[in-house]
């Protein structure tokens, strides 16, 4: 499944990692790599062995520095509308992967690599992390899935970030919410394996049954997400899940 731009392993845990390579020390997104990506996490989504899957950029500069100025300064409104509608398209292959997506995210973390990290599930930064959709200094506005981030953040800290273009640092990723965890750089791949290890060990169909939740939710008004989720409580005691991980739990040693 290896592409130029994008490396997979799948290890005997059904834990993937997908990485961006070759794109430069920012792990820039240009229409090569974006594609590459695309395919990457396609092709893993169907997977049945996978568990859950990290995303990470080649070395710790960056986990994406953003997309790539050079080819976008070059772009016509009609290339474009073709160039925003991969990446749009990356997003959606990253959100619609049926298990656990986790974003290892050191350094830099910017405009459409932000984009990525946000429709990932889950986000693990290092102490010296920066993040930032600074767009509008180069004369386009934030899209696409930019619209994740008044969801994640609030709609304060979402209007600062996208107006001002300015980066943040990983404390007020972390304050604001927009990271799960922040650790120092030496302790990022511990911290990144032990939750990938952690969720691989928890029932392969419930973790499946609520992430496909979670997005449902996204969708569907309060009420009718609580009427639903009535009969995906039900459909969980098909699978044999609850009834293996309860006995376990009553069992443990005490």
């Not at 290896?2 to 390579?21: C, K, P, Q, Y």
């Not at 594609?35 to 990470?56: F, G, Q, S, T």
């Not at 997309?67 to 990356?90: K, V, Y």
Request: hydrophobic share 45%; proline share 5%.
């Amino acid at each position: 499944m290896n592409r130029t731009h994008a490396s997979f392993e799948l290890d005997n845990l059904g834990i993937a990692t997908l990485t961006v390579t070759q794109a430069g020390s920012l792990n820039l997104l240009g229409s090569p790599a974006i594609a590459d990506l695309r395919a990457a996490v396609a092709e893993a989504r169907d997977d049945k062995a996978l568990r859950v899957l990290v995303m990470r950029g080649s070395g710790d500069k960056a986990f994406i520095g953003g997309a790539d100025i050079h080819e976008m300064s070059t772009l016509t409104p009609p290339a474009a509308q073709r160039f925003i509608g991969g990446l749009r398209d990356l997003c959606e292959e990253i959100r619609r992967v049926p298990v656990p997506v986790i974003a290892r995210l050191p350094g830099w973390t910017l405009g459409g690599g932000l984009e990525v990290a946000m429709a990932c599930d889950l986000r693990i930064c290092s102490e010296d992390a920066r993040f930032g959709m600074p767009e509008v200094r180069v004369g386009i506005p934030s899209v696409i899935h930019a619209a994740l981030l008044p969801r994640l953040i609030g709609q304060s800290p979402a209007a600062w970030m996208l107006l001002t273009g300015e980066s943040i640092d990983a404390a007020t990723a972390r304050s604001w919410g927009l990271v799960h965890r922040r650790v120092a750089l030496s302790d990022l791949d511990t911290a990144v394996d032990d939750t990938a290890r952690s969720l691989a060990g928890l029932g392969e169909r419930v973790l499946r049954q609520q992430k496909r939740l979670l997005r449902s939710w996204e969708q569907h008004t309060l009420d009718d997400s609580i009427a639903a989720s009535v009969a995906e409580f039900s459909h969980s005691f098909e699978t044999g899940e609850p009834q293996r991980y309860m006995t376990a739990f009553l069992n443990r040693p005490r």
